[in-house]
């Protein structure tokens, strides 16, 4: 069973910074077109960063400059690294990515389980 695993989170002061791991398990030969969404309550869950194999990486606007996506193709492994942390970034981050396997097969829309990221003084 594949799965996409997210780590990092926590509360931290405004100003702060964080940085998410999101790490796929299981039989992974690649990981295609990964990103981060967040969902805060009474929101919808919309797109933060994403990044293409080859590294091109598209942002929200309300995170350009502040945020960096940044994956590693032999680990498997997406980072989303936030600096400069506004209360209004407070929410649920989710890991999303379709993943193939070592049989070559896909499994398209995968999401990790989340962490919670607090902005707060």
């Known amino acids: 069973q594949v799965q996409l695993v997210e780590s990092g989170g926590g509360l931290v002061l405004p100003g702060g910074s964080l940085r998410l791991s999101c790490t796929a398990s299981?039989?992974?030969?690649?990981?295609?077109?990964p990103g981060w969404y967040r969902q805060a309550p009474g929101k919808e869950r919309e797109l933060v960063a994403a990044?293409?194999?080859?590294?091109?990486?598209n942002y929200a606007d309300s995170v350009k400059g502040r945020f960096t996506i940044s994956r590693d193709n032999a680990k498997n492994t997406v980072w989303l690294q936030m600096n400069s942390l506004k209360p209004e970034d407070t929410a649920a981050y989710y890991c999303?990515?379709?993943?193939?396997?070592?049989?070559?097969?896909?499994?398209?829309?995968?999401w990790g389980p989340g962490t919670q990221v607090t902005v707060s003084s």
């Open positions: 990044i293409t194999r080859g590294g091109n990486t």
């Open positions: 299981g039989s992974i030969f690649t990981i295609n077109a």
């Open positions: 999303h990515a379709d993943v193939q396997t070592m049989d070559r097969a896909y499994v398209y829309g995968l």
